[in-house]
């Protein structure tokens, strides 16, 4: 009796740790561990407005911080609340050029790179007007 | 694997869990094996039958074994950003935008679409 006790506590305890992730129940912003709202305190005032499908991503983005590079890490910080605050379209048209992006050899990604830096070398009212399509 | 075997494995992974300290992945794969097996659980019409299916010995100590497999099993690389095409799933694709060199901007920038034209035209 008491082996099937302590295995029937272990499957209980299973199920009531995972409680907070199953379906129909999102997870609120105060029931995030303190460590997982430092994380993705970016984020925290879009939060509410966010349906769950979209908040466990972020849970499970900010799951991967710890594995990330320092570098990384500071990207993910630095540009989580501008990816949340852009239209469903752009992110959308990030994602597909992102994958474009991904089809590319190695090598032309890193030169793609260094083409980025030398665009935002150039003076902002020389990018404004190529935005404009002035290529004079 | 014999009843008493499932009795050890299931004392190994409550030992395992009572003393915390897992990864931030092991963690993910355990909320998500978690939440499949409650699926499953709720999927369930006919509580009484499942009920009795739970008496079953040995239904606790299966569990305990996936639980086991999912902190023990080498990890698939799913914690990396997408390397190719065929990776780049949603959840991927997002997680690469947010960490990779290139800022966001860069695939978002009209101006510099066409200033890599104009350049590849001179």
Same mark, same amino acid.
């Given at each position: 009796?008491?082996? &099937?006790?302590?295995?029937?506590?272990?499957?209980?305890?299973?199920?009531?740790?995972?409680?907070?992730?199953?379906?129909? =129940? $999102?997870?609120?912003? %105060? =029931?995030?561990? $303190?460590? +997982?709202?430092?994380?993705?305190?970016?984020?925290?005032?879009?939060?509410?407005?966010?349906?769950?499908? %979209?908040?466990?991503?972020?849970?499970?983005?900010?799951?991967?911080? =710890?594995?990330?590079? $320092?570098?990384?890490?500071?990207?993910?910080?630095?540009? +989580?609340?501008?990816?949340?605050?852009?239209?469903?379209?752009?992110?959308?048209?990030? %994602? =597909?050029? &992102?994958?474009?992006?991904?089809?590319?050899?190695?090598?032309?990604?890193?030169?793609?790179?260094?083409?980025?830096?030398? &665009?935002?070398?150039?003076? $902002?009212?020389?990018?404004?007007?190529?935005?404009?399509?002035?290529?004079? | 694997?014999?009843?008493? /075997?499932?009795?050890?494995?299931?004392?190994?992974?409550?030992?395992?869990?009572?003393? *915390? *300290?897992?990864?931030?992945?092991?963690?993910?794969?355990?909320?998500?094996?978690?939440?499949?097996?409650?699926?499953?659980?709720?999927? *369930?019409?006919?509580?009484?039958?499942?009920?009795?299916?739970?008496?079953?010995?040995?239904?606790?100590?299966?569990?305990?074994?996936?639980?086991?497999?999912?902190?023990?099993?080498?990890?698939?690389?799913?914690?990396?950003?997408?390397?190719?095409?065929?990776?780049?799933?949603?959840?991927?694709?997002?997680? *690469?935008?947010?960490?990779?060199?290139?800022?966001?901007?860069?695939?978002? /920038?009209?101006?510099?679409?066409?200033?890599?034209?104009?350049?590849? /035209?001179?």
């Amino acid at each position: 009796m008491a082996g &099937y006790a302590r295995r029937l506590l272990i499957l209980l305890t299973a199920l009531a740790a995972g409680a907070s992730f199953a379906q129909g =129940d $999102p997870p609120f912003w %105060r =029931d995030l561990s $303190p460590t +997982m709202q430092g994380v993705l305190g970016p984020i925290e005032a879009e939060w509410a407005g966010m349906d769950e499908e %979209r908040r466990l991503k972020w849970i499970a983005i900010g799951q991967h911080y =710890d594995t990330l590079t $320092p570098g990384e890490q500071q990207n993910l910080l630095s540009r +989580m609340r501008a990816w949340v605050q852009l239209s469903p379209a752009q992110r959308e048209l990030a %994602r =597909d050029r &992102y994958r474009q992006w991904l089809a590319i050899p190695a090598e032309q990604r890193e030169a793609l790179r260094e083409r980025w830096q030398e &665009y935002q070398n150039l003076p $902002p009212e020389e990018r404004a007007r190529i935005r404009a399509g002035d290529h004079r | 694997m014999n009843a008493a /075997d499932l009795d050890r494995l299931a004392r190994r992974v409550a030992r395992r869990l009572d003393r *915390g *300290g897992l990864s931030p992945h092991q963690e993910r794969r355990l909320s998500e094996a978690r939440g499949r097996a409650l699926d499953r659980f709720a999927d *369930g019409r006919d509580w009484r039958r499942w009920w009795q299916r739970l008496a079953v010995p040995a239904l606790p100590a299966a569990l305990a074994a996936v639980l086991l497999a999912v902190l023990l099993l080498p990890d698939a690389g799913n914690d990396l950003p997408p390397q190719s095409v065929a990776e780049a799933q949603p959840f991927r694709l997002d997680y *690469g935008l947010l960490v990779d060199d290139l800022p966001i901007d860069a695939y978002l /920038d009209e101006g510099f679409r066409q200033w890599l034209d104009t350049r590849a /035209d001179s």
